[in-house]
């Protein structure tokens, strides 16, 4: 553990090996497509099937009126004031998104599905569309309302020197996986099986029971080779649960793959958060309250986990600072457009991007240094299991350490400096600071670790894959622990048949928890594993030693039993599969609480005059995760993280006009990063080791869309604020910042 061992899986998946849901084609495989809402909200007028179901080739069509009975998928209300939005599987009289499947057809090719798909006739008597917002005049009702209070906000504003306020407006945003969507079902003797691009296969599993009504020891969810997912695969959608009714009532295997276009128009988004915030402060740079109300458009249904944006965002919002006094309302609205769910962040990067506008405004007003003023306010290092106002633990930290050692790494103050330099010749430059936290998750995860016949370690586990690393983490784990070459371990994951039972490779908890259940897992392994040496050896327990070729005597490395014959003496001779189990470690670890992850980002940028085209000069960046399993895998996370925060702040948006429409149908019109816009990135670290689980470790996987959109957007500010530019919204486009300082420049 702690070194940077390469990743088990990529010469498989570099190599062309991987194995996706759409690489998946069993014999006698039929394809499913859908009809879909061209209206964002309507009464269905006709639906006419009988020219698709004519084509050759077409084995079956559904509408909703086949799908009677069917059970609903389950939602998370982490909070209380929730009115579910529920999902349909096909619209029944009426649609409420473009892009809702209306009707599935199925039949022996994918174009033919596609063709039959196209002769549909559906017509739609077009009716008033909600857009979300938080505005009555544009019919929006509210589903979701959660306030966090604490102290006296009230007596904190009436006591302020100066009272600061910014309003930030965050797009919806595409989580864009490699591979989209991606479902096929089989039935076969009254078991259905289901392959799904999902980084939760548990929950699908669970969701498939109950909605097909089956006992969930006829349901298997395998997630095969997942190529990313960033939250847009944590819910089952009413695609997967079309293609395993379908499978189930054709009794055949039936697939269906989205298109890029597809997973644009109805998958989940994220995002879509409208916050404002006020920051009470004191004449010494002191904070004293903080007040805000965060909207968030939740599209036409909810996701699983639809409410954890809102319910991320206000619990954290105060960040790594110390307030009392304060006053959060999050409200969700419904919205005639796609679901609204997590992603990479789920509510912490809105949390940190409205925290970290609202301490630049307040550092401006006061004149003081923006990154100086921060100092000022943190929670102390010696101040942790620290108690938040929003009723949160934050488990451990050193802020302070965050902000020096970023502080010296960035080089502050010639970069300072350089600005000013640059200034006198007329360049356009900023810095931009912000620092967050990271919550990686509640609950629980388990593991199984057995000692197989051949000797091979096999651990397995509830948490999923979806290209993080997982195997490479795991066998680390299992290696270190049980003192064998990763190279014994086998590591399974993503299948509910063969796993143990999990949540799921989400909110930044794998390692953390999974990685925690896994140790227990170990340590169970390794007592059976000195009970059983020690009756063959013939020596005590504690004299056991285990290492790479077996176990050995302490005190005579020569009396040893190899793996294999360990195992061999429990199974007993005869010979049988070699996976089989000799001994067995099962647990379900439940965490002592959340690790907190933080960190501290600075980013500079440079403003091309003639153009507005911002270009990051470079980001220094330094996280703390607690213990690092695996620098390496670390590293790739925090980049890829910072690449989607970088999306978010320069140049992603999905973009619906007032109809409901959505203008940003692919990847001609939806902007992602690429690898020329990846900046210079130093990354340096400090490890505060975590109390709530036996690693010690804390969450990456959304610490770059977390931190570095704020840094960005500071920065941005911070090279116009010469101009009087402030408060512009993300994405900061080249446009939108050009204009910014024209309009400036002509008042
Ligand atoms: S947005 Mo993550 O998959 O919790």
Redesign the pocket.
Known sequence: MGEALRRREDRRLVTGQGRYVDDLTPEGCLHLEFVRSQFAHGEIVELDLEEARALDGVVAVFTAADLAGLGAAAINLLIPDVRPQPMHVLAAERVEAVGQPVAAIVATSRAIARDAAQLAGLDIEPLSVASGEDRPEVLTPEVLSHDWRSGDADAAFAAADHVVGVTVEHSLLA?MALEPRAALADWREGRLTAWLST?TPHRARDDLARMLALPLAQVRVIAPDVGG???GK?SIYPEDVMVAFAARRLGAPVKWCATRSDDLLAATH?RGATTSGELAVAADGTVLGLRAKLAFQLGSWMPF?AV?PARNAGRILPGPYRVEDIDIGAKGYFANRAAVG?????GRPEATMLMERLMDEAARVLSLDPLEFRRRNLIAADAFPYATPTGETLDSGNYQALVDMARHHAGYDALRARQAELRRDGKIFGIGVSLYIEPCGQGWESATASLCRDGTIIAATGSSAQGQGRETAFSQIVADLMRVSPERVTVRHGDTGESPTGIG????RSTAIGGGAMVRACEGLLEQIRRAGAELLQCGEDEIVPGDAGVSVASDQGRMATWEALAGHLLGPETGDPKEAALCSSVVFHADGEAWASGCCIASVIIDEDTGTPTIDEVVWVDDAGVVLNPMLVRGQLVGGMAQGLGEALMERIVYDEDGQMLTGSLMDYAVPRAADIPPVRIEKIETPSPTNPLGAKGV??AGCIGIPAAIVNAVGDALSPFGVRGLQMPLTSERIWRAMHDAAGR
């Open positions: 989580p980084q997912a960033f939250g944590a994220g986990s954890i997590i992603y990479r962040g789920a490779a989400l909110a930044s996987g959304e």
